[in-house]
């Protein structure tokens, strides 16, 4: 298998999607995006999204010329437009806005709506890490989650991400689906022609299934049954009645031919100092991962993705074959 640098493969991945009909700028948004969360060990959210993410493009379910634009504003609060296009332009605007906000307010809510897949959530948290703020991100997605008690898929499977900045060390970064395995894992394995394990998903009949593509237009369990189907109508909430966008039973699957997404996010930024003081914040957090890591072989959340990370920074990133044969077809690329 050949191990190609970072910027190699983003190069390679945003050509490819500019080939497909998108924007300069929109490829080389999503592209940064998708090899991140492929450096990071999150194949589900990485390079085995661009043949998605490509078809869409061609077919019109992402328009690839939108350019995301605020609708409202009004105090720590705005509203963002993404005009149908891939996620991440407007993810980008939303956090810089979520920023600029709690910098003066203490803390910001920021919607995003009429979207798409948001991919790898905790990504789009970094640059509030940065600047020493908290933040918070929540989206929906088509529906994969039955409401409890029911048998067929109707919330999203709706990640919720977290990040909190560190004053000497790389960030504690929470990210998780709502369901017991992410539906780009799936993905994956359906590609890939491998049976799921039992437990991750019923079919759409409501049966337990192991077979990937059965999964894909069925239903994921939700991670604590009753529990976490009730966190994904939170996160619908949040994320569609306060933005307008869509909610996750009014969007086709992904992975099937179907409508526009009209997907939903909210980022929620948090300044420290806002509150006890970033001192105190930085200094009460410390007591706690303190404590965290006391017990032998405990790790902290994010912890293997910044180290593998770092990894593919240093010695580029390792691709199957077959993989990088479809991304240099989707990309016009003959010789690497």
């Known amino acids: 298998m050949p191990q190609l640098p970072v910027a190699r493969l983003t190069e390679i991945t945003a050509r490819a999607l500019k ?56 105090g720590a ?6 005009g149908g296009g ?8 939303a956090v810089k806005e979520a920023a600029a906000r709690a910098a003066r307010y203490g803390v910001s809510f920021v919607g995003v709506t009429n979207s798409h897949h948001m991919g790898a959530v905790a990504y789009h948290l970094a640059p509030l890490a940065r600047a020493g703020m908290a933040g918070l991100a929540f989206t929906n997605s088509p529906s994969a989650i039955n409401a409890w008690g029911g048998k067929r898929a109707f919330y999203g499977t709706n990640p919720i991400a977290a990040i909190f900045p560190r004053k000497d060390a790389e960030p504690v970064v929470i990210d998780l689906s709502l369901t017991e395995v992410t539906r780009g ?7 890939e022609g491998r049976p799921i394990p039992p437990g991750w998903a019923v079919d759409k009949d409501g049966n337990p299934t192991t077979d990937a593509q059965a999964a894909l237009t069925g239903s994921l369990n939700a991670i604590g049954g009753a529990k976490g189907a009730t966190l994904a109508l939170m996160v619908e909430v949040l994320c569609v009645a306060l933005t307008g966008a869509a909610f996750s039973f009014e969007n086709d699957s992904y992975f099937e031919p179907g409508n526009k997404p009209r997907i939903g ?72």
Not at 44 to 67: F, I, M, P, T, W
Not at 86 to 93: E, T, Y
Not at 267 to 292: Q, V
Request: hydrophobic share 50%; with cysteine.
């Open 265 to 336: 996010h909210a980022i929620l930024a948090i300044d420290p100092g806002a509150l006890a003081g970033s001192d105190l914040y930085f200094s009460r957090l410390e007591t706690m991962i303190a404590g965290i890591v006391r017990d032998e072989g405990v790790r902290l959340p994010g912890a293997r993705r910044q180290q593998m990370a770092a990894a593919a920074r240093s010695q580029g990133l390792t691709i199957a074959d077959q993989q990088l044969s479809e991304l240099l077809w989707l990309a016009g690329v003959k010789i690497i």
């Open 77 to 82: 609060t705005a509203l963002i437009d993404a």
């Open 86 to 93: 891939l996620a991440f332009p407007a993810c980008a605007l």
């Open 185 to 191: 894992k799936v993905m994956v394995y359906a590609k």
């Open 19 to 74: 080939r497909a009909g998108a924007s300069k700028a929109m490829a080389q948004t999503t592209a940064q995006a998708l090899i991140a969360a492929e450096a990071e060990g999150l194949g589900g959210h990485g390079l085995s999204r661009v043949a998605l993410y490509c078809q869409h493009l061609k077919e019109g379910r992402a328009n690839g010329k939108a350019k995301p634009k605020i609708l409202k504003r009004k």
